[in-house]
Every structure is written in C-alpha cells, then in structure tokens.
C-alpha cells in the first residue's frame, strides 16, 4: 500500500487524506462534504496557493493572469477545460495578478497569463502566453515528466 495522498479541498481548504486509488472515484471533502474536484481551476488567493502548493501532494498549475489581459480573457475557457482533462491527477488554479500583485512579485512574474507548475513548494517550469487547452495540457505533462 503507498502513502495516501493529501489533498487541499478548493472549498475549505481542508487537508484530505486520501488513497490514492481513490483519485478516480469522486472524492469527497471530509470537512465540508463537496467535491475534492470539480473539474474547473480554483480562484486562489496567497495563502490557498501555499497551502495547495505546499500540504497537497498534487502538482499545483497556477495561471497568473489580470482581468484587464486580453490573452487571459481569451485563454481562461482553454484552462478551464484543461482542468477538467488534468484532474484529479493535477489541481488547476487562478490567481489574479491586479488583486495580489505582491504575490505575482514574489514569484517574479513579468507578464501574463503566465502559468507556472509548483509541486511540495517546488517550480518545475513556467512559460507565457496564451496557449490552447491541448498545448497546456501537453506543457504541464511535459513539465512534470521532465521533473521526476
Ligand atoms: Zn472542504
């Protein structure tokens, strides 16, 4: 038997516990009793973006994106669906670089959208622009692939 995984609920922010043979099968959150997945990103605000990317064992995919940012406007239906295609075995959020622009400091974004893949408090790439569901899909596989 491995490890079982903790996983960040989007609602609550609980930390499940959770085998990972029991990714598929619609999880719910102990805590508040909702769904683990959703099949779209999760808003994040600075602290559910280092909780997500520091007490869940899921690589974290965070658009760094601002409501004034054509290309973000235009790629935020693509990530959603990525979303739907990389969960469970990836937790996909958002976090609004206009509303926490210390955040986006902190990271050193210089331009959005910018996605960035964190896993256990670890970036394993990042790259910008917009980019269809397909090619984010493609890069965030890619990037984890290249990283264990
Ligand atoms: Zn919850």
Redesign the pocket.
Known sequence: MSDPLHIV?P????VNRLPAARLEARPR?G????PLFGGEPVNLDPNALARHAERGDLPLLVDFWAPWCGPCRIMAPAFARAAARLEPHMRLGKLDTERYPEEAARFGIRGVPTLVLLHRGRELGRVSGAMSAEQIETWARGALGRAV
């Open positions: 609920c609602h609550c922010q609980a959150c805590r508040c009793r909702q």
